[in-house]
């Protein structure tokens, strides 16, 4: 009886795992709370952090999601679910943009990335990284790490939607950085690897991006000269 309770969890936490996958944070924490009101062996951290989740991203009560993870965040990064935390934690203060809660969630999690044995969720932290810097502005940072995290993803042979997200940040770290020509060279390359991977909505996603460099562009012609791509 054990052991098909464990196979259940096991499916559960991997039907959570897909949803967040895709987006659907609000199916995932319901499923959450519903193993957690079966008493269907739900992890109490596990489930904090899928709400926190859901209040942040589907119901936009950000503060609350903030506050729930920084009641739970753990001492110590010694397991999953732990970096999982901090490192939404550290998502979280990105989007608000607190660039000093980033940078110091950044360090901590950095220090101990050496315990970490998910590939996947290595690639996810490194895109996080990458993407802090790219938001505030730090340009030299995010073509630094967006460099070091595709090597990595190409390593383990992840291509999935984060490797699709460095690609773009590495495009536009360039771009802000007046690499023109190898901001189009790599364009031209991802814009390959898109059609092999048939992503319609990461190349709607680059098309958004470059959208807004040309209309900062336009507004102010110092950020770069008059090229684009």
Same mark, same amino acid.
């Given at each position: 009886?054990?052991?098909?309770?464990?196979?259940?969890?096991?499916? =559960?936490?991997?039907?959570?795992?897909?949803?967040?996958?895709?987006?659907?944070?609000?199916?995932?924490?319901?499923?959450?709370?519903?193993?957690?009101?079966?008493?269907?062996?739900?992890?109490?951290?596990?489930?904090?952090?899928?709400?926190?989740?859901?209040?942040?991203? #589907?119901?936009? =009560?950000?503060? #609350? !999601?903030?506050?729930?993870?920084?009641?739970?965040?753990?001492?110590?990064?010694?397991?999953?679910?732990?970096?999982? %935390? %901090?490192?939404?934690?550290?998502?979280?203060?990105?989007?608000?943009?607190?660039?000093?809660?980033?940078? &110091?969630?950044?360090?901590?999690?950095?220090?101990?990335?050496? +315990?970490?044995?998910?590939?996947?969720?290595?690639? +996810?932290?490194?895109?996080?990284?990458?993407?802090?810097?790219?938001?505030?502005?730090?340009?030299?940072?995010?073509?630094?790490?967006?460099?070091?995290? $595709?090597?990595?993803?190409?390593?383990?042979?992840?291509?999935?939607?984060?490797?699709?997200?460095?690609?773009?940040?590495?495009?536009?770290?360039?771009?802000?950085?007046?690499? $023109?020509? +190898?901001?189009?060279?790599?364009?031209?390359?991802?814009?390959?690897?898109? &059609?092999?991977?048939? #992503?319609?909505?990461?190349?709607?996603?680059?098309? +958004?991006?470059? &959208? %807004?460099?040309? &209309?900062?562009? !336009?507004?102010?012609?110092?950020?770069?000269?008059?090229?684009? %791509?």
């Amino acid at each position: 009886m054990s052991v098909k309770v464990n196979d259940n969890m096991i499916l =559960n936490v991997k039907e959570i795992f897909r949803l967040i996958h895709n987006f659907q944070y609000e199916e995932a924490f319901l499923l959450s709370s519903e193993i957690m009101e079966r008493k269907d062996n739900g992890d109490q951290l596990f489930h904090e952090w899928v709400k926190a989740l859901a209040e942040f991203f #589907t119901y936009g =009560n950000k503060n #609350t !999601a903030i506050k729930l993870l920084e009641e739970i965040k753990p001492n110590k990064l010694e397991n999953e679910i732990q970096f999982r %935390i %901090i490192n939404s934690l550290m998502c979280f203060y990105i989007e608000i943009g607190n660039e000093q809660a980033f940078l &110091k969630y950044k360090k901590e999690i950095n220090s101990n990335l050496h +315990k970490l044995d998910s590939e996947e969720l290595l690639v +996810k932290i490194m895109c996080n990284f990458t993407n802090g810097y790219y938001e505030f502005k730090n340009y030299k940072k995010s073509l630094e790490y967006s460099e070091k995290s $595709i090597k990595i993803a190409q390593k383990y042979r992840l291509f999935g939607f984060n490797f699709s997200l460095l690609l773009i940040i590495k495009i536009m770290s360039l771009l802000y950085l007046g690499e $023109i020509t +190898k901001a189009k060279n790599l364009k031209k390359d991802y814009e390959t690897f898109l &059609k092999i991977t048939n #992503t319609i909505s990461d190349k709607k996603y680059l098309e +958004k991006t470059l &959208k %807004i460099f040309y &209309k900062e562009v !336009a507004n102010n012609e110092k950020i770069i000269n008059k090229k684009t %791509i």
